[in-house]
């Protein structure tokens, strides 16, 4: 069920970090193995006890959890600093951890046998991987507000409804829908995209006044660029631009 263990955590963290730094890299698609889970939380048994400090690690993923815990928040996406463009592809289950994870990215195509649910108050827990700051940011407050607090499932169509997840497709097609989007974005310029996310996430509950200035200054930094110049020139010479995200 995809479950989040120490190891998938430390290994997600790195991931992120290498890809952050990574020029080739214009977008990430993530999913789920198997058509069970997206993701179905924290494994209980394992990252949460090291979480929590009720019990010693007892292999080499679980000693580098308990030395450094912010590697959660690193793997989940938990920060205002990761600018690529990040597409999920939603093909069970997002419980938990997994719907927090799922709140990190940016663009969601689900199955229609996908359900989604913040089960953490049922278990005498609060989704702080994120998910009580993203929530009603990211959908209006009356459905965040139920999501977080009824901790029960919702399905595909309801996440569609509330705006939760930008696509509902049969089983088969998730992932061929999330890869169509992934390479689309592609066709952008990395910088620009970059740019983009970084203002709209900087920006994101902002005054007005800082807000525009956050967008200003990404303005600036992108037209600075080469593709910046290569883009407008590509289009008056009718052709396809080549951007090298410079």
């Known amino acids: 069920m995809n479950a989040l263990t120490p190891e998938m955590v430390v290994r997600l963290a790195a991931f992120w970090e290498e890809v952050a730094d990574d020029d080739s890299v214009r977008v990430v698609l993530v999913t789920g ?20 400090r009720t019990r010693e690690p007892r292999d080499e993923w679980e000693e580098r959890l308990a030395a450094r815990r912010s590697l959660l928040y690193a793997a989940l996406l938990r920060n205002d600093t990761f600018f690529k463009p990040v597409v999920a592809a939603v093909n069970g289950l997002a419980f938990a951890g997994g719907a927090e994870f799922l709140l990190g990215t940016d663009i969601r195509v689900a199955s229609t046998t996908a359900r989604f649910a913040l089960t953490e108050v049922r278990r005498g827990l609060i989704a702080g991987g994120g ?17 977080a607090l009824v901790g029960e499932p919702i399905d595909a169509a309801h996440a569609l409804r509330i705006g939760l997840v930008n696509r509902v497709v049969e089983p088969d097609q998730v992932l061929p829908v999330a890869e169509d989007l992934a390479r ?39 037209a600075r660029t080469e593709d910046a110049r290569e883009g407008p020139r590509a289009f008056m010479e009718k052709r396809d631009p080549v951007f090298h995200g410079r």
Do not use: H, Y
């Not at 998910?131 to 999501?147: C, F, K, P």
């Not at 900087?202 to 200054?217: W, Y």
């Open 131 to 147: 998910s009580l700051v993203r929530l009603a940011r990211q959908i209006a407050w009356a459905d965040a507000m139920e999501v």
């Open 184 to 222: 689309r974005i592609c066709l952008g310029a990395p910088i620009a995209l970059a740019k983009t996310k970084e203002a709209m996430v900087r920006s994101n509950g902002r005054p007005l006044d800082e807000a525009f200035a956050i967008e200003s200054e990404c303005t600036i930094a992108n």
């Open 33 to 52: 193995a198997g058509q069970k889970a997206f993701c179905s939380g924290g494994d209980l048994g394992a990252l949460i006890p090291i979480m929590m």
